[in-house]
């Protein structure tokens, strides 16, 4: 069992019932909730990469990817506070928010996908996406990576195998390497087994699995997919909105155009915002068969919320700046692992950075000492052992400094 | 097929392909997404009980529970404004919002329900509950009402009968009527086909079967359903938070104390943050076993505008408006009603009321002609013959006063 993405390495019960917030929580949210690191933080401010204790010591963010334009970005905060003092409804009346936002949205995408529906998390856009894959196909079959992690309801909660615990995966659902070289395999099984291929859903960073940027893999598992009926959904809700540096979506660096493209986390900064955007063709059965309403998904204030996030994206060139900070982060990360046997790999696009080490117990230790040194970043990965560097993509080259000057003190004394 | 709550009779593909904003929609929303009225309104402005039109026309919103508070309501938008300009993470990291609002939030329910959990939309706080009763109980069966709507997932999709289209309730599900005299014969039938009986879930007015507000069928059918080992599950989305004028919480009215209470809509006044209270013995082998964490679920922004909702519910006293103001506007209904042959019933709790008509073209004419007098309601039940009426529960004497003088003029053209 993974444990990779959820209760992963990083994330503790909260063992220290002395403390009295910890002790609240613990009684009234249940033992489902965990903390990250063996010394909790408690933090009460955040500013751009940096965020803030009760003590008014600050932390580098280089974990947080849903405040991707920063932590209290002010265009943000101005923009939903004036939509949230003028109109909050829902989608059965008329509203410019969400038509000029799917515009924007649909323009940073290829031509073949012309079309978005709204929710407000990404696990209800990748529920939404198998149901529209299954209704276009006739087929049930599903194919992922073997420690994905595409959200918590209870169907996609069947397709998260690094949620790990009691939950188990589907037996609808086959499970391949993040090479992507079982597909075909996956394909043939699911096809004896008489589900069919209704998709192959995988996140283009592969970030549970451990982050793999290599994108040569992708596209002949596509092709192989739609030989066989199947389409494909991009989970671009880690990848998305031009984290990865090279592009504004994880796909494009695959070289493939996805049949639905689901997005979430980042998309407003922090408010739940999240949407599928498909090629129309294959929504059309599903969305003229099945009525499909969402409360609050794409209501005037997550439109806003949204479009100010695109708005600083452009504005401050955020993508570029991931691409050439994520760059310079990867470059002094391998001069400092050097030639430590300790320090496999470290791999990543953009600003999306994984540090492979000798094992669970490494990752673990390292996570904490940076934490203790006021630097938060997590693990990932099959066996725990991928450090997840994943940080607001307003991170700067001397943030990339700070990192690493701590990162070289935490190798010293490991 | 229903089509009672999604594809109501009030709800429409949008015809008016001359509008450029309803021919954009179409284009890129796709066939998913409807409009009230056979001539949609654009809003652009809301204060209270008040929407605004771009021309500047006022609407009475008698419709919109989310907007539960009163539309943009100040003490809701200085909340949220503040939080998102000082911090917004997770549950990962401490945080005494989240703490302070679980004390107030159980303290409003009886002492057996001890533990809260956070989602995003009352779809996900449902899907969640029927994870952990079948998870508890160790059984699949489901028993639900004819008509219910409990959301959007594939897991709860398949207890929403009033989904209608191509959308079909699992084989797991069993339906009964809304006065649930049916429940002894779904349990004997679930536990015959060996599925056994997980859980009966009902909406507490019984919203989208028709709003239902009769006290006295609850407590029969979940006795029935704990002495077959499953457990009661209150969707409160709709009723909770006041609306029922006599509790906060529609099953109190039925003197039943649920096993696990799922509620969201009103919860934040339109912020996307739902719940899922329990009793902590119903939680703790799912809590332990499978592992959950929601990513916008319970941060400081959704915490801060939930618990500004609730300073507003207590210092406006609107748990006694929502019963004042409904007891008048259901009266002054009736008297109107008088002894038309076409309108058979007025019913209801506190401010969800419930207006049966003798048939769906006559309820669709009378939410037609009352939105050209701009005055906002829709339509529920099995066969889409219920006015809904559903109203910010800051709906004000003068409000009913309007109200009724519009209805009575819309009966005199009937």
Same mark, same amino acid.
């Given at each position: 069992?993974?444990?990779?993405?959820?209760?992963?390495?990083?994330?503790?019960?909260?063992?220290?019932?002395?403390?009295?917030?910890?002790?609240?929580?613990?009684?009234?949210?249940?033992?489902?909730?965990?903390?990250?690191?063996? $010394?909790?933080?408690?933090?009460?401010?955040?500013?751009?990469?940096?965020?803030?204790?009760?003590?008014?010591?600050?932390?580098?963010?280089?974990?947080?990817?849903?405040?991707?334009?920063?932590?209290?970005?002010?265009?943000?905060?101005?923009?939903?506070? $004036?939509?949230?003092?003028?109109?909050?409804?829902?989608?059965?009346?008329?509203?410019?928010?969400?038509?000029?936002?799917?515009?924007?949205?649909?323009?940073?995408?290829?031509?073949?996908?012309?079309?978005?529906?709204?929710?407000?998390?990404?696990?209800?856009?990748?529920?939404?996406?198998?149901?529209?894959?299954?209704?276009?196909?006739?087929?049930?079959?599903?194919?992922?990576?073997?420690?994905?992690?595409?959200?918590?309801?209870?169907?996609?909660?069947?397709?998260?195998?690094?949620?790990?615990?009691?939950?188990?995966?589907?037996?609808?659902?086959?499970?391949?390497?993040?090479?992507?070289?079982?597909?075909?395999?996956?394909?043939?099984?699911?096809?004896?087994?008489?589900?069919?291929?209704?998709?192959?859903?995988?996140?283009?960073?592969?970030?549970?699995?451990?982050?793999?940027?290599?994108?040569?893999?992708?596209?002949?598992?596509?092709?192989?997919?739609?030989?066989?009926?199947?389409?494909?959904?991009?989970?671009?809700?880690?990848?998305?909105?031009?984290?990865?540096?090279?592009?504004?979506?994880?796909?494009?660096?695959?070289?493939?155009?996805?049949?639905?493209?689901?997005?979430?986390?980042?998309?407003?900064?922090?408010?739940?915002?999240?949407?599928?955007?498909?090629?129309?063709?294959?929504?059309?059965?599903?969305?003229?068969?099945?009525?499909?309403?969402?409360?609050?998904?794409?209501?005037?204030?997550?439109?806003?919320?949204?479009?100010?996030?695109?708005?600083?994206?452009?504005?401050?060139?955020?993508?570029?700046?991931?691409?050439?900070?994520?760059?310079?982060?990867?470059?002094?990360?391998?001069?400092l692992?050097?030639?430590r046997?300790d320090i496999?790999?470290?791999?990543?696009?953009?600003?999306?950075?994984?540090?492979?080490?000798?094992?669970?117990?490494t990752?673990?230790r390292l996570v904490n000492a940076m934490r203790e040194r006021?630097v938060?970043?997590?693990?990932?990965?099959?066996?725990?052992?991928?450090?997840?560097?994943?940080?607001?993509?307003?991170?700067?080259?001397?943030?990339?400094?700070?990192?690493?000057t701590e990162f070289e003190a935490v190798l010293a004394q490991l």
């Amino acid at each position: 069992m993974a444990f990779s993405n959820i209760m992963d390495s990083n994330s503790y019960q909260g063992g220290q019932q002395d403390d009295p917030l910890i002790a609240a929580r613990g009684r009234m949210l249940g033992p489902a909730y965990r903390l990250f690191y063996e $010394r909790p933080v408690h933090l009460v401010r955040g500013q751009g990469t940096l965020l803030y204790d009760a003590e008014g010591r600050d932390y580098l963010d280089a974990y947080n990817n849903v405040a991707s334009v920063g932590h209290c970005h002010p265009h943000v905060v101005d923009a939903v506070t $004036r939509q949230l003092g003028m109109l909050n409804t829902h989608t059965r009346y008329l509203h410019e928010g969400i038509v000029d936002y799917s515009r924007r949205l649909l323009a940073s995408m290829p031509d073949e996908i012309d079309q978005v529906m709204y929710a407000c998390t990404g696990s209800e856009v990748n529920d939404l996406a198998l149901r529209v894959a299954q209704t276009y196909t006739g087929a049930t079959g599903i194919i992922i990576t073997s420690d994905a992690y595409h959200g918590n309801t209870a169907a996609v909660t069947a397709i998260s195998p690094s949620i790990g615990g009691a939950a188990a995966v589907g037996a609808h659902v086959r499970t391949v390497a993040p090479d992507l070289a079982g597909v075909p395999a996956a394909i043939a099984d699911l096809q004896e087994s008489g589900l069919g291929v209704s998709t192959l859903i995988v996140d283009t960073i592969f970030s549970s699995d451990g982050i793999y940027p290599d994108p040569s893999v992708l596209e002949p598992a596509v092709t192989a997919v739609r030989a066989a009926g199947g389409v494909f959904i991009a989970d671009e809700v880690q990848p998305g909105f031009g984290r990865t540096g090279e592009a504004m979506w994880g796909f494009e660096r695959h070289g493939v155009v996805p049949d639905l493209v689901t997005m979430g986390k980042p998309m407003a900064n922090g408010l739940p915002v999240a949407a599928m955007a498909a090629r129309s063709q294959v929504l059309d059965e599903f969305a003229r068969g099945i009525p499909y309403f969402n409360t609050f998904g794409g209501n005037p204030v997550s439109m806003a919320a949204a479009a100010a996030v695109l708005d600083v994206i452009e504005d401050e060139k955020l993508v570029a700046n991931a691409l050439e900070v994520g760059t310079a982060l990867r470059a002094e990360l391998a001069r400092l692992a050097g030639t430590r046997e300790d320090i496999r790999e470290v791999r990543g696009a953009g600003l999306y950075v994984g540090v492979e080490v000798d094992g669970r117990d490494t990752a673990r230790r390292l996570v904490n000492a940076m934490r203790e040194r006021r630097v938060l970043i997590s693990v990932c990965g099959a066996h725990g052992n991928v450090l997840k560097i994943r940080p607001p993509m307003v991170f700067s080259l001397a943030d990339v400094d700070r990192f690493c000057t701590e990162f070289e003190a935490v190798l010293a004394q490991l």
